[in-house]
């Protein structure tokens, strides 16, 4: 239903652990005759296989309740979809010992028409390409993240520390968790004008790119960017994550990409 162009991928990695990311992208009908594109990518934590558990039910009940949902207050209606999931994520982590500690990260981007509304938690990230130009709009929840925010660290060495994977926030035992709804653009944003944000018109050939850390660990940003514009859309994730592969790919690898057509 959607007339976005759609790019999308997984891979296991190069260790041989099994998959943990989950993704999903679906179109659905909306009032005013507008539709809605949905794109999930989720990046599960824990051992047992839980971490797998995780991130599909957490795609799964957000994907729900979106299908489900009515009006076109899409913020709300993103919040209400974390809701559900931190619950149902914490009641499963908490229903047998093999699941407990599970986790996962989740981005999500609804597209309304023209309108880019977004919700994360975690680490894995969202991109906006825009006239020729590449920015996270997503906040990482993580320990360095914060550490850079209170000049702590330089961008730099967070990059190389190696307590850059520890996350602050995610699904899991906390049912009361809350997802991040700042759309950030500039650097030098208050989160209120972050957030104040949400609804982003998208023009013709802007893009919105979904990752687990699999990619965006072993990638630049200018890197993505320069593979999404020298490639079809699909091609260029299937780039993107060969990529992450031959750098080693520690870590499974999940790209989702919606594109307005030209």
Not at 31 to 58: K, M, P, Y
Not at 78 to 103: I, N, R, W
Not at 191 to 212: I, K, R
């Amino acid at each position: 239903m959607t007339d976005l162009l759609i790019g999308h991928g997984t891979h296991p990695g190069e260790t041989g652990k099994n998959n943990e990311d989950h993704y999903a992208i679906n179109s659905f009908p909306a009032e005013g005759g507008e539709s809605l594109t949905l794109g999930i990518v989720a990046d599960g934590i824990g051992g047992h296989r839980a971490g797998e558990v995780a991130s599909e039910l957490a795609t799964r009940v957000i994907t729900e309740v979106v299908n489900q949902s009515s009006g076109q207050d899409y913020r709300a209606i993103l919040e209400a979809a974390f809701t559900q999931a931190a619950q149902k994520v914490a009641e499963k982590a908490h229903s047998k010992p093999d699941y407990h500690g599970m986790g996962t990260t989740c981005v999500v981007a609804l597209i309304a028409g023209r309108r880019l509304y977004t919700g994360y938690i975690g680490d894995s990230r969202i991109y906006l390409i825009q006239n020729q130009n590449i920015r996270q709009i997503s906040v990482d929840h993580t320990w360095v993240q914060e550490a850079v925010e209170h000049g702590l660290l330089t961008r730099e060495e967070a990059r190389q520390s190696p307590q850059r994977h520890i996350v602050r926030r995610h699904l899991g035992n906390n049912p009361d968790v809350k997802p991040d709804f700042r759309l950030r653009l500039t650097s030098d944003e208050t989160p209120e004008q972050s957030e104040q944000n949400q609804g982003l018109q998208l023009e013709p050939g802007d893009a919105v790119l979904l990752c687990s850390d699999g990619l965006s660990d072993l990638a630049e940003a200018d890197e993505i960017l320069n593979i999404l514009t020298g490639h079809e859309l699909q091609a260029a994730v299937g780039e993107l994550i060969t990529l992450a592969r031959q750098r080693g790919g520690p870590d499974n690898i999940t790209v989702v990409v919606m594109q307005v057509p030209d």
